[in-house]
């Protein structure tokens, strides 16, 4: 299971976020802060971190919570994780490399569970769920954030689309399949939350401008962005002559959103709460 994502994550993308890490923080900074107030964390309370990467998040419910674990399918990544809390001195916290789909809680065993961008990669959502359900205790509480469709993202959708009158867009999967779009349709993630046991189930849209890249220079964003998988799946089998064209298409595109401290773009997100029965 999920061996497609594990391969994924453990190869030039994990590499492409361990050495961006301060551009992601940065870049997705507003999601975190409005993941931990839909979590509203209790210092009294243990959290799991779905999908934690590097950490960030990990880190900064740790800040509110009497210990925090974060769980990843990328081993690079964890070990980022672990060096970057080390370095900072926060001692509740730990990273532990597991795949929440099928990996043994022990159950009842976390207070809160969150995820900033790390629940649209299962094969199996719905088993996915139903274990995240059963590590939480009863009356446990869900929050995550997730992406809204392709079209309402123009981070993504401005310079995507103005590449792709020179190279084909990648495949982005079958609707529903593993990705970051897997949970754009609301009504789906609610059926699927409510068939894991989950109630009082709240999916809000939150739409902020993103500081692409976290910021700097137009040649400093594209150079960013071109590293990304997608960017990768794109160019990969372009003619060079087309991938030049598509780069610069994409660079003129991002270039009319420069306010002088980097390209804003609008972002469109679900999140997500929910918890289990008491």
Known sequence: MNETQIENWNGDEARHWIDEQDRYDRQLAPFAVELL????????????????????TTMLAAHDAAEARGIDISAPMLDHARTRAATAGIVNVQ???????????????????ISRFGVMFFDDPDAAFGNIARALRPG?????????????????FVPGMAAAQHVPLPDLGPPGGPGM????????????????GFVDIDIAAFEVPML?????????????????GIAHAMLADAEPDAAARGVDAARQALAA??????????????????????
């Open 37 to 56: 107030r839909a979590a509203a964390i209790d210092s009294t309370e243990r959290v799991l971190d779905i999908g934690c990467g590097c950490g960030g």
């Open 140 to 156: 446990g509480r869900l929050a995550f954030v997730c992406w809204q469709e392709l079209g309402r993202n123009d981070w993504l």
């Open 212 to 228: 692409v890249a976290g910021g700097g220079s137009l040649d400093e964003t594209l150079e960013f962005l071109l590293a990304t």
């Open 181 to 196: 779009f897997s949970l754009a349709e609301p009504d789906h993630v609610h059926k699927l939350l409510q068939s894991a």
């Open 95 to 113: 990273f532990e490399e597991a795949d929440a789909q099928i990996h043994s809680f022990e159950p009842g065993s976390f207070d809160v569970a």
């Open 257 to 278: 959103h420069h306010n002088g401290d980097g390209v804003r773009l609008g972002t469109a997100t679900w999140v997500v709460t929910a918890r289990t029965k008491r």
